[in-house]
């Protein structure tokens, strides 16, 4: 079972070949905006979601909480210079889109909120399924 901390939401790790990836990540994502907003996350460091599946991880969230989201660092986080996080909707049918992580906190405030919702995100990302800003 994934640690639910009902103030914070899961950041799991899923690719375990690349402690300096991970440790680079988890600086990334620790880093205020320039308005001082930071994602409100719970990392999970545990080789026993290595490889695992994200809709898997967000069915087993979502059915004992109330979880609204889901970030995942998996290989392609892991690997490219951006680290795209995978943000999953633990709600069926579980969509899925990436973000940078210096955008993470408007995504992880505004739908741990209920400020806005997770299509609002999805609908936003560029032609590569990344968030990376609003266009006007």
């Known amino acids: 079972m994934i640690p ?5 939401t899961p950041l ?3 690719d375990f070949s690349d402690d300096h990836a991970w440790e680079s990540v988890i600086d990334a994502v620790s880093k205020p905006s320039v308005h001082g907003f930071l994602a409100n996350l719970n990392p999970v460091n545990d ?7 994200p809709v898997e991880l967000a069915k087993e969230a979502d059915s004992s909480t109330d979880l609204t989201l889901l970030i995942v660092a998996d290989s392609r986080t892991m690997s490219e210079p951006q680290m795209p996080l995978l943000c999953v909707d633990p709600i069926p049918p579980g969509g899925q889109f990436r973000c ?6 408007g995504v992880e405030n505004n739908v741990s909120l ?16 990344v968030f990376r800003e609003f266009k006007d």
Request: glycine share 8%; net charge negative; hydrophobic share 40%.
């Open 100 to 105: 940078i992580p210096a955008e993470l906190w």
């Open 47 to 53: 080789h026993r979601y290595d490889n695992a599946d």
């Open 12 to 14: 799991v790790r899923t």
């Open 114 to 129: 209920a400020n806005m919702d997770f299509g609002e995100f999805a609908s936003a990302v560029d032609a590569d399924g």
């Open 4 to 8: 639910i901390d009902g103030e914070r």
